[in-house]
């Protein structure tokens, strides 16, 4: 009897718990009366700025406000996100970007990722038994895209001189700026991993100890480096003594990355694809990276009545989940560098897929699917918004937040370690060759309306992007969301589907849901077979810009997850 009451109690204590979470949770946000904390967008006329850190974002609109436009402050406000947030991006990594020129009226897409070492093969693992690329050392270090990524913006769409691009970064990188509260943490995390990796403490831990929240930090070596690629241009980068020291230290690492990976690498303008979600065009970059698996997503839910599901529903997370699970059998199976397959992109984000797809959906949560049979042929975000109309939708990463652990000496960054993400299994699309792109996890994302543009998106956080993208699409489509409360909103995520580098999902996966679902949904999910659970973390960082043309002004968003801010003037 003791037992059976004290049971009584825990659940009852459980029920209250939950009851004053939902009321603490609804009564944060007294203006819209939404069900989750929020604020209100900003907004303004001439130009906006939404970066995942504040001293960038305000870089980003001292630029707008010079004279520059939106491809200038996205670059200037990317250099100083790889000098103020080192754990999620910077020069040794890769870069995506949408960009809406206001001038010819149309989206431009560049792929600016690195290709895999000229001498790096698969035989290479094989003949060491090796069954997987490691994560850290020199191994799945690639070629950095990123600043050639820059120039070829700035080539094609700049107005400022590059000098003054980056005059900003290379100010707060001699002179220091303080450390936030989330980059510290991270910092610690890193330093604690990295700390007896080369160059890696005389770079970022100041006196030998972690950074932390409000400690000056100076990246002297950057912002040398900076300077030269300000003044040599993307050839002080690619070739001279930065390659050399690049390519010197991860050979004595035991890489193989060379000179002349470095020398030959180039990005790529490419076009973007997109489907109509119920009137708006909603836009990705095609593989390597993974932004047709939100199109996917949101074809097959095209095929439901999601607004009157609701928004938290038990039916709206559980179809959302399904569809998620059917998009990343084919990212498994298909997405991969298109320079070496010939990608099925058409089809797979074709309205005639999406619906021989659905069918596989029922009312109980699928432990595991197959990819569709076709015919074969951690991460920052930004995005800029200028006085002429043009718009930015720019992300950029070195992957598992810092990177492989590999500091050249004296540059002031690491290096990526994207090589990870390939496959070791023979004849799969994403099977590691020379100077192949690996499959790519950063996705940049844009929404347009009868052919103009409406939102430029992103949310960093590897598989969690194409998942939170179609989010977003639907919040504000779907839920009627204003941009602020589009990206505040809980999110769900994911996880255990089978992946480009091997890998089957054969129990169902995991759900994650953010703080704010209830505990009918809870429970509806679990009842339909669904393995839920709670997390803290891992939902991503989201930033975005509207455009409304009929007042004629921007509105910004920046959620709390992170350190961002919007700001416009």
Same mark, same amino acid.
């Given at each position: 009897?003791?037992?059976?009451?004290?049971?009584?109690?825990?659940?009852?204590?459980?029920?209250?718990?939950?009851?004053?979470?939902?009321?603490?949770?609804?009564?944060?946000?007294?203006?819209?009366?939404?069900?989750?904390?929020?604020?209100?967008?900003?907004?303004?006329?001439?130009?906006?700025?939404?970066?995942?850190?504040?001293?960038?974002?305000?870089?980003?609109?001292?630029?707008?406000?010079?004279?520059?436009?939106?491809? #200038?402050?996205?670059?200037? !406000? &990317?250099?100083?996100? $790889?000098?103020? *947030? =080192?754990?999620?991006? @910077?020069?040794?990594?890769?870069?995506?970007?949408?960009?809406?020129?206001?001038?010819?009226?149309?989206?431009?897409?560049?792929?600016?990722?690195?290709?895999?070492?000229?001498?790096?093969?698969?035989?290479?693992?094989?003949?060491?038994?090796?069954?997987?690329?490691?994560?850290?050392?020199?191994?799945?270090?690639?070629?950095?895209?990123?600043?050639?990524?820059?120039?070829?913006?700035?080539?094609?769409?700049?107005?400022?001189?590059?000098?003054?691009?980056?005059?900003?970064?290379?100010?707060?990188?001699?002179?220091?700026?303080?450390?936030?509260?989330?980059?510290?943490?991270?910092?610690?995390?890193?330093?604690?991993?990295?700390? #007896?990796?080369?160059?890696? !403490? &005389?770079?970022?831990? $100041?006196?030998? *100890? =972690?950074?932390?929240? @409000?400690?000056?930090?100076?990246?002297?070596?950057?912002?040398?480096?900076?300077?030269?690629?300000?003044?040599?241009?993307?050839?002080?980068?690619?070739?001279?003594?930065?390659?050399?020291?690049?390519?010197?230290?991860?050979?004595?690492?035991?890489?193989?990355?060379?000179?002349?990976?470095?020398?030959?690498?180039?990005?790529?303008?490419?076009?973007?694809?997109?489907?109509?979600?119920?009137?708006?065009?909603?836009?990705?970059?095609?593989?390597?990276?993974?932004?047709?698996?939100?199109?996917?997503?949101?074809?097959?839910?095209?095929?439901?009545?999601?607004?009157?599901?609701?928004?938290?529903?038990?039916?709206?997370?559980?179809?959302?989940?399904?569809?998620?699970?059917?998009?990343?059998?084919?990212?498994?199976?298909?997405?991969?560098?298109?320079?070496?397959?010939?990608?099925?992109?058409?089809?797979?984000?074709?309205?005639?897929?999406?619906?021989?797809?659905?069918?596989?959906?029922?009312?109980?949560?699928?432990?595991?699917?197959?990819?569709?049979?076709?015919?074969?042929?951690?991460?920052?975000?930004?995005?800029?918004?200028?006085?002429?109309?043009?718009?930015?939708?720019?992300?950029?990463?070195?992957?598992?937040?810092?990177?492989?652990?590999?500091?050249?000496?004296?540059?002031?960054?690491?290096?990526?370690?994207?090589?990870?993400?390939?496959?070791?299994?023979?004849?799969?699309?994403?099977?590691?060759?020379?100077?192949?792109?690996?499959?790519?996890?950063?996705?940049?994302?844009?929404?347009?309306?009868?052919?103009?543009?409406?939102?430029?998106?992103?949310?960093?956080?590897?598989?969690?992007?194409?998942?939170?993208?179609?989010?977003?699409?639907?919040?504000?489509?779907?839920?009627?969301?204003?941009?602020?409360?589009?990206?505040?909103?809980?999110?769900?995520?994911?996880?255990?589907?089978?992946?480009?580098?091997?890998?089957?999902?054969?129990?169902?996966?995991?759900?994650?849901?953010?703080?704010?679902?209830?505990?009918?949904?809870?429970?509806?999910?679990?009842?339909?077979?669904?393995?839920?659970?709670?997390?803290?973390?891992?939902?991503?960082?989201?930033?975005?810009?509207?455009?409304?043309?009929?007042?004629?002004?921007?509105?910004?968003?920046?959620?709390?997850?992170?350190?961002?801010?919007?700001?416009?003037?």
């Amino acid at each position: 009897m003791k037992e059976k009451k004290r049971i009584v109690n825990i659940m009852s204590l459980i029920s209250l718990i939950l009851t004053l979470n939902y009321t603490v949770t609804q009564a944060q946000d007294r203006i819209t009366g939404r069900h989750f904390a929020t604020r209100s967008e900003i907004i303004a006329k001439n130009g906006m700025v939404a970066t995942s850190h504040p001293l960038a974002t305000q870089i980003g609109l001292n630029i707008l406000i010079n004279g520059g436009n939106a491809i #200038d402050a996205a670059i200037a !406000a &990317n250099a100083a996100l $790889g000098l103020m *947030e =080192p754990t999620g991006s @910077g020069i040794g990594g890769d870069l995506f970007a949408i960009i809406w020129s206001a001038k010819d009226k149309k989206l431009y897409g560049l792929n600016a990722s690195g290709r895999s070492p000229e001498k790096l093969n698969l035989k290479y693992f094989t003949d060491r038994g090796m069954t997987k690329i490691p994560p850290y050392g020199p191994l799945p270090v690639t070629v950095p895209g990123c600043v050639d990524g820059w120039f070829e913006m700035h080539g094609k769409f700049g107005k400022m001189e590059m000098e003054h691009v980056l005059a900003p970064a290379i100010k707060y990188a001699h002179e220091g700026f303080p450390v936030t509260d989330l980059i510290g943490y991270y910092l610690t995390m890193s330093s604690n991993r990295f700390k #007896d990796y080369p160059n890696f !403490a &005389n770079t970022y831990m $100041g006196n030998g *100890e =972690p950074l932390k929240k @409000g400690d000056i930090f100076k990246n002297p070596f950057l912002g040398d480096t900076y300077e030269k690629i300000a003044v040599g241009g993307r050839e002080a980068f690619y070739s001279g003594d930065i390659a050399k020291t690049i390519a010197n230290f991860i050979q004595s690492q035991g890489g193989l990355l060379s000179e002349t990976d470095l020398a030959n690498h180039k990005s790529e303008w490419v076009e973007p694809v997109s489907i109509n979600y119920r009137g708006y065009d909603v836009w990705e970059l095609p593989p390597n990276g993974q932004g047709i698996a939100a199109l996917q997503i949101l074809n097959i839910m095209e095929g439901y009545q999601v607004k009157e599901m609701g928004f938290g529903s038990t039916e709206y997370v559980h179809h959302f989940i399904e569809a998620k699970k059917l998009a990343f059998e084919d990212r498994a199976k298909y997405y991969a560098d298109p320079a070496f397959n010939k990608l099925p992109i058409d089809q797979l984000i074709s309205e005639e897929y999406a619906d021989e797809r659905r069918k596989l959906i029922n009312g109980r949560a699928a432990r595991s699917y197959d990819a569709g049979k076709l015919e074969q042929g951690n991460t920052i975000y930004l995005t800029v918004a200028d006085r002429y109309g043009n718009m930015v939708s720019l992300i950029q990463s070195n992957y598992r937040g810092m990177g492989s652990g590999m500091v050249p000496p004296n540059l002031g960054f690491m290096l990526q370690d994207r090589g990870e993400l390939f496959s070791l299994e023979e004849g799969h699309f994403n099977m590691i060759e020379p100077n192949k792109r690996p499959f790519h996890t950063i996705i940049p994302a844009f929404i347009t309306k009868n052919g103009k543009p409406w939102v430029s998106f992103g949310l960093m956080g590897g598989a969690m992007q194409p998942q939170g993208h179609a989010q977003i699409v639907m919040n504000l489509i779907d839920f009627g969301m204003n941009l602020q409360e589009a990206g505040d909103a809980p999110r769900m995520q994911h996880t255990g589907s089978s992946e480009p580098t091997g890998g089957k999902m054969t129990d169902g996966g995991q759900v994650l849901l953010e703080s704010g679902f209830d505990y009918e949904t809870i429970r509806g999910l679990m009842s339909k077979g669904h393995k839920v659970s709670f997390s803290l973390g891992s939902f991503g960082g989201y930033q975005a810009i509207m455009w409304d043309e009929e007042k004629g002004v921007y509105y910004g968003a920046s959620e709390s997850r992170k350190d961002g801010q919007a700001a416009g003037y």
